[in-house]
């Protein structure tokens, strides 16, 4: 049995990709708390790279 991954990020500067989150798919669709939690964790990176 093959084990699938999703990764969740988002690009920054048009030069870097920032990963916010990986998990193992078990179906097509992407859980909506899995997207949350990325979107959570890419709230959280902006906010701290804009208060440095």
Known sequence: MTLT???LGFFENDDLVILTHGFQKKSQKTPKREIALAQARRSDYL?????E
């Open 5 to 7: 991954f999703r990764l």
């Open 47 to 51: 906010r701290r790279m804009n208060h």
